[in-house]
């Protein structure tokens, strides 16, 4: 079993930064991907944000791509999640999330169905 927690969530105004943190515990040694999805308010699926393997290989999403960045420090098993100039689109929950798949390669929207998940923390960008 792994075990996810979120923090760093809030509410912020258009254009600031968060930084989002998941501790991850428990039978880490076979974690190979990890990831952030996110559920805006009445939307019905969750989106992928990024994704990011055992050898550092990165993929973010379309739609914040340029403004958010993932990485970890495999020394404290904490993974990040960098979301600058934020928007009001970006209102969600976040979650973080990982897996053990034979292969961490292709499509982002694998994150989706990653095995473990974080409670999320939640995202609110207004003025």
């Known amino acids: 079993q792994v075990q996810l927690v979120e923090s760093g969530g809030g509410s912020v105004q258009p254009g600031t930064s968060l930084r989002l943190s998941c501790a991850y515990s428990?039978?880490?040694?076979?974690?190979?991907?990890m990831g952030w999805m996110r559920q805006r308010p009445g939307g019905d699926r969750r989106e992928p944000v990024a994704r990011i393997d055992v050898n550092e290989v990165r993929s973010i999403a379309d739609l914040v791509r340029g403004r958010f960045a993932i990485s970890r420090d495999t020394t404290q098993n904490i993974l990040y999640l960098q979301m600058n100039d934020l928007k009001p689109e970006d209102t969600a929950m976040y979650y973080c999330?990982?897996?053990?798949?034979?292969?961490?390669?292709?499509?982002?929207?694998?994150?989706?169905?990653?095995?473990?998940w974080g409670q999320g923390t939640q995202v609110t960008v207004s003025s």
């Open positions: 428990g039978d880490i040694s076979r974690i190979r991907c």
């Open positions: 999330a990982a897996d053990y798949p034979s292969s961490c390669s292709g499509a982002l929207s694998k994150v989706l169905y990653f095995r473990y």
